[in-house]
């Protein structure tokens, strides 16, 4: 066939902006999802996720008849030349990935291809899953009489951002590809050429190494959010500033200026559970990843560093008072909560009896979803100051790097006579103290 017709299974971040990207591209698409609510809405224009730009790169390529959407996985596979599989691979109890949803959507692949398919794992998989992938389809094919249907498998796994995703899938650092025959290998460089032509950043390699790449990454990004936190918490003990140590490190091309800073902890669906992940294969392979489970330690207490500056700032007890939470989201740009150190701090100030009062500029709904009524949800973030005692910033959204300070302790609660001022703590580094002093806060930084 002279046009590429795609099938993704999994719509969800990765999957839809995948299939909308290469829609953009040309292509044909079908995503596929078994959630039929999910489904339904993309047929009416409702995009379930909040991502920048990419509703109107859905409602074009919808409208232009090169993106469907279907709950069937026969009628997406029905004439695709390649299936990417990206659904999602959460935490088991153990850490380890958990691929039954991989595995039943090889399975399906095996009990409707009729010709030569080249199969693809998009979800981040361990080490050995493409492998397990391959001899599920292989099995369904042969209950059905066809081990003549010659197939491949592919592993391509995707490093884009949330909050960045479109303009990351359109112009990625990479594109790695693991294959084991040609003909895979000439098919997948013919779907993202259209996205290489400025520069040929595609890697070839086999599908172990491009199973571990993903994972690799992550970790390394992991660790080094993790380190920083470390430097900060010790620049906090000697004082020193760690915004000068950034970029007094960051300077050096061997280090480099990204993801040096230090915060409250990173989560979101990806890290913590990538993480976790590449620890339990080393453990199946009888072997310890030390520095990475120092590095989930550090991140777990990290979460829980802002409230422990918020006790010792009012003298051991939260009770009865009421605390600000600037930001939701695991990060800015995306609704996501999951695994947000958000959730831990609300967790730690309701179980100390304080009242949480908290705002973010689009993740309110994901936060009402997960912790209900327990909050009081406010409609921007002077509003969520209103009676507090204190302010916590815990995501960096760019909405709230230079509040009207005056208007936020206006709406305050006054401290008393002899308390220090009303504090703020600053979960990103991203305010002055000077500035905050002046404008009568108290102000936690992290390692500054
Ligand atoms: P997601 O939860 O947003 O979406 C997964 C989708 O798969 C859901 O809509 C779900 O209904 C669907 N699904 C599950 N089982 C199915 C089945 N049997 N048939 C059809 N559909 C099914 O997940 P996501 O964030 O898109 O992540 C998908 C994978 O990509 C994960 O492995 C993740 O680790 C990886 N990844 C995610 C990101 C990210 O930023 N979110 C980045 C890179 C890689």
């Known amino acids: 066939a002279l046009h590429m017709n795609i099938a993704i299974i999994g719509t969800g971040y990765v999957g839809l902006v995948t299939g909308t990207c290469f829609a953009d591209m040309g292509m044909n698409v079908t995503c596929v999802d078994n959630n039929t609510a999910k489904i339904d809405s ?3 224009g409702v995009i379930p996720i909040y991502e920048p730009g990419l509703a109107p790169l859905v409602q074009k390529n919808y409208e232009a008849g090169r993106l469907s959407f279907s709950t069937s996985l026969q009628e997406g596979v029905a004439k695709a030349e390649a299936i990417f599989i990206a659904v999602n691979t959460p935490p088991d109890e ?14 399906e692949i095996g009990e409707t291809i009729t010709g030569y398919t080249l199969v ?4 981040t998989v361990p080490v050995g899953t493409a492998e397990l992938v391959k001899a599920e389809v292989r099995k369904s094919l042969d209950a059905r009489g066809l081990q003549h249907v010659d197939f491949d498998m592919a592993a391509n796994p995707e490093f884009l951002k949330e909050g960045a995703a479109i303009k990351d899938f359109m112009s990625p650092d990479r594109v790695v590809v693991g294959v084991e025959s040609d003909r895979a290998s000439r098919i997948m460089k013919r779907i993202y050429r259209p996205f290489l032509i400025a520069s040929d950043r ?7 190494s491009a199973e571990m790449i993903k994972y690799a990454a992550n970790a390394m990004l992991a660790t080094r959010i993790s380190f920083m936190n470390d430097i900060a918490n010790l620049c906090d003990l000697v004082g020193a500033n760690v915004e000068m140590v950034r970029k007094g490190i960051g300077s050096d091309a061997r280090i480099g200026t990204k993801f040096l800073y230090p915060g409250c902890g990173y989560g979101g669906s990806c890290f913590p559970k990538d993480v976790k992940a590449i620890i339990s294969t080393a453990r199946q392979h009888g072997y310890d990843m030390r520095v990475l489970r120092a590095v989930e330690e550090v991140n777990e207490a990290q979460k829980h560093l802002l409230f422990h500056k918020l006790m010792a700032h009012f003298g051991g007890s939260a009770q009865g008072i009421t605390v600000a939470l600037w930001g939701l989201a695991f990060k800015p740009e995306t609704d996501d909560m999951r695994q947000a150190p958000a959730l831990v701090l609300i967790e730690n100030l309701l179980s100390a009896g304080a009242n949480v009062r908290v705002y ?4 309110m709904n ?12 406010a409609d921007n973030i ?3 100051a209103k009676g507090a005692d204190a302010i916590m910033l815990v995501t960096e959204w760019k909405e709230f790097r230079m509040p009207s300070w005056s208007a936020v302790l206006a709406g305050m609660h006054p401290a008393g006579p002899d308390m220090a001022p009303p504090p703020v703590f600053d979960g990103r580094n ?3 103290r000077t500035e905050l002093g002046a404008a009568g806060f108290s102000y936690y930084g992290l390692g500054k």
């Not at 595609?202 to 172990?208: F, G, H, K, Q, R």
């Not at 994901?366 to 009081?376: A, L, S, T």
């Open 94 to 107: 153990d850490g380890s990935a958990d691929l039954s949803h991989v595995l039943a959507v090889a399975r």
């Open 42 to 44: 993309l047929k009416e």
């Open 202 to 208: 595609l890697l070839v390699t086999d599908i172990p």
């Open 430 to 432: 991203i305010y002055d």
């Open 360 to 363: 973010d500029p689009v993740a």
């Open 382 to 384: 002077y509003d969520a």
């Open 366 to 377: 994901e936060c009402r979803r997960i912790v209900g009524d327990k909050v009081h949800y």
């Open 120 to 123: 693809v794992t998009k979800s």
